[in-house]
């Protein structure tokens, strides 16, 4: 007759452990709702403080920036703080651009606001730190057909024509294309407003020194003309110039038959006879 086993015990867990694991899973869900409450109680206070104090957006850096190093938009991100908080020299999202170009005149912290005097030019700097290493501006005259009736405005686009010759031989040559204007008289920053026709006489456009010297020469043996492009368009304009015989659709002229020129040959050298005499 086999041996009959009774059941193993089974080890209930100690009353310890027990405690100890609901303990854990209780603080862990008092620690999650805990962050829950504070972030909607922070979230809620953002809320309340946009709707009761007027905010304003400034302009941070987004790095630590040296002295010496110059200011890029990529440098740049902007922050809303409420208006009484800001300083008055700040740098604002409005007026960023100004200060983009400008070199740090001392070391500033990522995140702090940037003011005009951490930079040399403050709000007014030098005109040249706007112009791209590389780069000249260069300021030409313009009518009004050439300052587009008085809507050409900074960071438009523009293709210059030269027109060239007399009346009868006149033509149309393309001479530079999509030029960035940085400046319509003493204007250099868009303006907003929609407002009408701004009178000036001169617009100033970034260029290459090779670009500045086409430009010169062609303002002392032709007209300019520019013409106004679309800041996406990337097409080129045609290289062919454009001739009165085009523009009012006459005939080419036939081909002026070539001359023959006789070829002078030159006499074979010998000796020469004299037959005869007296």
């Given at each position: 007759m086999g041996k009959r086993f009774g059941k193993v015990p089974v080890k209930k867990p100690s009353k310890n452990i027990v405690m100890f694991l609901l303990s854990l899973i209780v603080g862990g869900a008092g620690v999650?709702?805990?962050?829950?409450?504070?972030?909607?109680?922070?979230?809620?206070?953002?809320?309340?403080?946009?709707?009761?104090?007027?905010?304003?957006?400034?302009v941070?850096?987004?790095?630590?920036?040296?002295?010496?190093?110059?200011?890029?938009?990529?440098?740049?991100?902007?922050?809303?703080?409420?208006?009484?908080?800001?300083?008055?020299?700040?740098?604002?999202?409005?007026?960023?651009e100004t200060a983009v170009?400008?070199?740090?005149?001392?070391?500033?912290?990522?995140?702090?606001?940037?003011?005009?005097?951490?930079l040399e030019g403050g709000m007014s700097p030098t005109f040249s730190g706007k112009v791209p290493t590389g780069l000249r501006a260069m300021t030409i005259r313009v009518d009004e057909i050439n300052s587009i009736s008085g809507f050409l405005q900074p960071k438009d686009r523009i293709d210059l024509l030269l027109t060239y010759g007399d009346k009868a031989n006149k033509q149309i040559f393309p001479l530079i294309q999509n030029l960035n204007v940085i400046a319509t008289g003493v204007q250099t920053?868009?303006?907003?407003?929609?407002?009408?026709?701004?009178?000036?006489?001169?617009?100033?456009?970034?260029?290459?020194?090779?670009?500045?010297?086409?430009i010169t020469l062609s303002q002392q043996?032709?007209?300019?003309?520019?013409?106004?492009?679309?800041?996406?368009?990337?097409?080129?304009?045609?290289?062919?110039?454009?001739?009165?015989?085009?523009?009012?659709?006459?005939?080419k002229p036939a081909p002026k038959p070539k001359k023959k020129i006789r070829k002078y040959v030159k006499p074979k050298p010998g000796i020469e006879y004299i037959i005869g005499g007296s």
């Open positions: 999650f709702y805990s962050k829950q409450y504070i972030e909607d109680e922070i979230a809620v206070y953002k809320a309340s403080l946009e709707k009761t104090e007027k905010m304003t957006q400034v941070v850096p987004r790095r630590p920036m040296v002295r010496g190093e110059i200011v890029t938009a990529n440098d740049l991100q902007v922050h809303k703080l409420p208006e009484q908080y800001v300083d008055p020299n700040a740098v604002l999202e409005s007026t960023y170009g400008q070199r740090v005149e001392f070391d500033v912290e990522a995140g702090l606001p940037l003011l005009w005097a951490h920053f868009v303006d907003k407003t929609g407002s009408s026709q701004r009178p000036f006489t001169t617009i100033t456009i970034q260029v290459t020194p090779e670009q500045a010297q086409k043996v032709g007209k300019i003309t520019a013409m106004l492009r679309n800041p996406e368009d990337e097409s080129p304009l045609s290289k062919q110039p454009m001739t009165m015989a085009q523009l009012l659709n006459l005939p």
